[in-house]
């Protein structure tokens, strides 16, 4: 099984400000396929970026993928408050499809 | 408009079984791979079960392997979870989850998720 560690737990910022958060994986994730999830609260994921760093259908360009191997990550550029949220990296490559544990992101 | 609606959640005793229901609408379903992805109470994500298009390759969590039987019914656009031996630990929000199929077996992406249905497992 792959284990995801995100860091940080969570990220205390203002609107305006760039967001980066890390996804680190116990062995590395060939064709990077690591996925990216934002879930508010009472409400279903939604899935941000796949492959690393393609952004899903309709997802808007402050969202950025990045990484291989053992090691991603997500950058916000400029924080808009509907951007405050849980962030979530998962891997698909093997079964289980394992997800971090989340990062949130939260007003400052 | 792509619609994912689960049913069959509940209060159900420990040891008990529940069957979960999932309708797909707005896509092609027969094209299309599953899963089932569960929230427990305040806490992350837990990916359960993984179904391909045409029902032919299934994977589950450890964590629920031979309690859980993930199927799917092409010609009534349906996923089903029946659970079995349930756990207090089985607690959770079930989301039916899933995405147009492009090739091979990817376990867990999703772009379509339901809004989920609670299971509580409890005496």
């Known amino acids: 099984e792959i284990v995801l560690t995100q860091s940080p737990g969570t990220l205390s910022l203002s609107p305006g400000e760039r967001a980066t958060l890390s996804c680190r994986a116990s062995?590395?994730?060939?064709?990077?396929?690591l996925a990216w999830y934002q879930q508010k609260p009472g409400q279903s994921p939604r899935l941000l970026m796949y492959?690393?760093?393609t952004r899903a259908t309709g997802i808007p360009d402050r969202f950025s993928g990045s990484g291989s191997g053992t090691d991603f990550t997500l950058t916000i550029s400029r924080l808009e408050p509907d951007d405050f949220a849980v962030y979530y990296c998962q891997q698909y490559i093997i079964s289980p499809g394992t997800f971090g544990q989340g990062t949130k992101v939260e007003i400052k | 408009e792509v619609q994912l609606v689960e049913s069959g959640g509940g209060l159900v005793q420990p040891g008990g079984s529940l069957r979960l229901s999932c309708a797909a609408s707005?896509?092609?379903?027969?094209?299309?791979?599953m899963n089932w992805v569960r929230q427990a109470p305040g806490k992350g994500l837990e990916w359960v079960s993984y179904i391909s298009a045409t029902g032919n390759t299934i994977y589950y969590a450890d964590s629920v392997k031979g309690r859980f039987t993930l199927s799917r019914d092409n010609a009534k656009n349906s996923l089903y979870l029946q659970m079995n031996s349930l756990r207090a630990e089985d607690t959770a929000v079930y989301y039916c989850a899933g995405r147009h199929w492009t090739g091979g077996v990817i376990v867990g992406l999703a772009d379509y998720w339901g809004q989920g249905t609670l299971v509580t497992v409890s005496s």
């Open positions: 492959d690393a760093s």
């Open positions: 062995q590395s994730i060939s064709n990077n396929y």
């Open positions: 707005g896509f092609i379903f027969s094209n299309s791979e």
